[in-house]
C-alpha cells in the first residue's frame, strides 16, 4: 500500500484545514488507518484513526472537538478534518494504514501500522 497525504499549509489561528491521504492498493477495505503528526522537537503522537472494520473511532484529547476523521472507500481515501486550529497544532502531519490487529479496536501506536506516506507540512501562526 502506497500513502499520499495532502492538504497541508499556512494557516491562522482558528482557521481549517482538511487533509487527505490516498491509498494506493487493491482495495481499501479492511485497514485501520490513522493520522499522526510529528511537532519541532517532540516525538510523532496519535492525533486520531479508524479501526479496520471502520466501525470505531478515537481522537487524541487535544484535538477532540476540533478534528474529525473520515474515509471514503470507493475513493480509497481517508480526510483529516481540523477546525479552530491552534499554534500548538503545527507539525508534519502523516498518514499510516495496517491491515493487522482486531477490528474493532483502534491503533494509537506508530509501531502498529506498517505502511505510511511522506507527510504534509501544517503551521499556525498566532
Known amino acids: 500500500v502506497q500513502l499520499q497525504a495532502s492538504g497541508g499549509g499556512l494557516v491562522q489561528a482558528g482557521g481549517s484545514l482538511r487533509l487527505s491521504c490516498a491509498a494506493w492498493a487493491r482495495t481499501f477495505n479492511g485497514y485501520a488507518m490513522g493520522w499522526f503528526r510529528r511537532a519541532p522537537g517532540k516525538e510523532r503522537e496519535f492525533v486520531a484513526g479508524?479501526?479496520?472494520?471502520?466501525?470505531?473511532?478515537h481522537y487524541t484529547d487535544s484535538v477532540k472537538g476540533r478534528f474529525t476523521i473520515s474515509r471514503d472507500n470507493a475513493k480509497n481515501t481517508f480526510y483529516l478534518q481540523m477546525n479552530s486550529l491552534k499554534p500548538e497544532d503545527t507539525a508534519i502531519y502523516y498518514c499510516?494504514?495496517?491491515?493487522?490487529?482486531?477490528?474493532?479496536?483502534?491503533?494509537?501506536?506508530?509501531?502498529?501500522?506498517?505502511?505510511w506516506g511522506p507527510g504534509t507540512q501544517v503551521t499556525v501562526s498566532s
Open positions: 479508524f479501526s479496520s472494520s471502520g466501525n470505531s473511532i
Open positions: 499510516a494504514a495496517d491491515l493487522r490487529g482486531s477490528a474493532n479496536v483502534v491503533r494509537t501506536t506508530d509501531s502498529a501500522y506498517a505502511y
